[in-house]
């Protein structure tokens, strides 16, 4: 049977916000690019939602900041660490300006994943990109002259390329193709999101993250009266907001005394599912191999504790263009600097989340103890906190000894070991 055929430099297996914000660089850049998409409406799905400042400033030299503005993203202005172990003054009065973590940066991006990537597509095919949805039955045949296979509207196509992409997220069935290995931490925590809108008394441009009783607590804002929210707890619930009572049971852990105002948190409405997932990092050895480059989630993701999904994908995206436009060289070795860039990026967001999900995730009176000596230690010697720094302005631009053992074992021991 002759199937249709087209010819491309680059084919994108995946229309998310790797894929299109890659497409849309590619393209603009006068590259032939296909973008090859499953589904034909982008849901919501409880994924990421925040662009750090680090993630803003790359949408800024991609030339995608103001496409995700347009998109519906605000910026946040400021970060309140409410928490069980200080009283609410104390938390304002330690709250940090994210417009001025990196220059020329106005703060965090809170954004709709559905409307960032539906924004992002519309971007790549103004550019020039064939995006293509409702897309089944992937066939990827990899090597120096790529294929893939794929209906569409019950035809079957093929399309031939210098180099496949795979940006088909974390269950990518690229990577799997390629029989790339994906490594895993063991996850510790489970978190849930949920969409609200109504949410009327919580400044749009704050956000926080604390810990209270046994629950880590996330309140990011989008627009006005709306926010995606999370929690984070313990494994060993794995149904604690699943079913019919979910969503009002997940809005009534946000009744928080030391969080002045969550009451408007309790009386949100939900508009989106609640749904929980494991919370660990992954990572492959390399997610380049002859034919294909992988990025994002399907390279590997960062626990989302911290919340760098959308800023990695954004730094994959530059880091991997930069390189396919720098050079007609686009083989394994030529891409190596990719690859070691993000081997490094990985591994001290990796770090950053063992603290993370150690001081914040653990819960009961020593979890609270190891907060407070911790907190008293970061502000002592600032050195031992610049992990915190890390993941907001970017993994690079904190020295290599802020990710050291060391650094994690004197802010992670317990509090009775550390006072003995």
């Not at 196509?157 to 990518?172: N, Q, T």
């Not at 009744?255 to 997932?277: D, E, M």
Request: charged share 20%.
């Amino acid at each position: 049977m002759h199937l249709p055929q087209h010819t491309f430099e680059v084919i994108i297996i995946g229309g998310g916000i790797a894929g299109n914000a890659l497409a849309a660089v590619l393209a603009r850049a006068g590259r032939a690019v296909l973008v090859l998409e499953r589904s034909t409406v982008y849901r919501d799905k409880v994924r990421g939602e925040v662009f750090h400042a680090w993630g803003v400033a790359e949408a800024q030299r991609l030339g995608l900041h103001g496409t995700l503005i347009q998109a519906g993203g605000i910026h946040h202005t400021r970060f309140v660490p409410y928490d069980e172990t200080q009283q609410p003054a104390d938390a304002e009065a330690a709250a940090l300006a994210l417009d001025n973590v990196l220059p020329g940066v106005p703060g965090s991006l809170g954004v709709g994943h559905p409307s960032a990537c539906e924004a992002l597509r519309s971007a790549a095919a103004g550019a020039g990109a064939s995006v293509r949805r409702g897309i089944s039955d992937i066939d990827v045949q990899l090597g120096s002259a790529p294929t893939v296979r794929y209906r569409v509207d019950g035809a079957e196509h093929m399309a031939k390329c210098r180099l496949v992409i795979g940006a088909d997220g974390r269950e990518s069935a690229v990577r799997r193709r390629a029989n790339l290995t994906l490594h895993a931490t063991e996850p510790r925590l489970l978190m849930a999101g949920l969409l609200v809108e109504d949410l009327w008394g919580w400044p749009e441009h704050t956000v926080t993250i604390g810990t209270e009783g046994d629950v880590v607590f996330f309140v990011v804002p989008q627009a006005t009266g709306r926010a995606r929210l999370y929690l984070l707890w313990s494994c060993d619930r794995r149904q604690r907001f699943a079913g019919p009572r979910g969503p009002r049971a997940f809005l009534d852990s946000f009744a928080l005394a030391c969080v002045p105002g969550s009451a408007c948190i309790v009386r949100a409405r939900p508009a989106g599912p609640c749904a929980t997932y494991p919370m660990n990092d992954t990572w492959t050895d390399s997610p380049v191999t002859n034919g294909l480059v992988l990025i994002g989630d399907a390279a590997g993701y960062s626990d989302p504790h911290i919340g760098q999904g959308l800023s990695v994908a954004l730094r994959d995206v530059r880091v991997l263009s930069d390189l396919l436009l720098a050079s007609g060289d686009w083989s394994p070795a030529a891409l190596e600097p990719y690859t070691q860039e993000r081997a490094e990026r990985m591994r001290r967001l990796r770090f950053c989340n063992a603290v993370a999900t150690t001081l914040r995730g653990e819960f009961g009176l020593e979890a609270r103890e190891r907060r407070r000596r911790a907190l008293r230690l970061m502000q002592a010697e600032p050195d031992l906190g610049l992990w915190r720094r890390a993941y907001l302005a970017g993994p690079e631009s904190v020295p290599a000894s802020a990710f050291d053992d060391r650094v994690y074992n004197r802010l992670c021991a317990s509090a009775v070991t550390a006072g003995s």
